[in-house]
């Protein structure tokens, strides 16, 4: 397994409630992609640089974890299908 980590923006029309739920679908994902998620960090509610989707702001959240090469593929497609995703991407961090 390798260690990965996640930036994904939820939607920010979603009530905080909601938001926590979508926090929470991406990191059972995570499990049951074979991975371990390590921690997540919640950025809060900031404004697009420019409109995505005809959204203005989101709630962004960090999620560090180990997963297989084969299960990043799935949690990419996650971000894309799931409607309470805007934007997100997932990437190897450098050693150091």
Do not use: C
């Amino acid at each position: 397994m390798r260690r990965y980590e996640a930036l994904v923006i939820v939607d920010g029309a979603l009530e905080e409630g909601d938001v926590e739920k979508a926090v929470q679908k991406f990191t059972d994902a995570i499990g049951t992609v074979g991975g371990k998620s390590a921690e997540v960090d919640r950025w809060g509610k900031r404004r697009f640089a420019y409109e995505i989707s005809h959204k203005h702001d989101g709630y962004y959240f960090v999620a560090n974890f180990e997963a297989p090469e084969e299960g990043v593929a799935r949690l990419e497609n996650l971000i894309k299908i799931s409607d309470e995703f805007v934007r997100g991407k997932i990437v190897r961090p450098e050693a150091h």
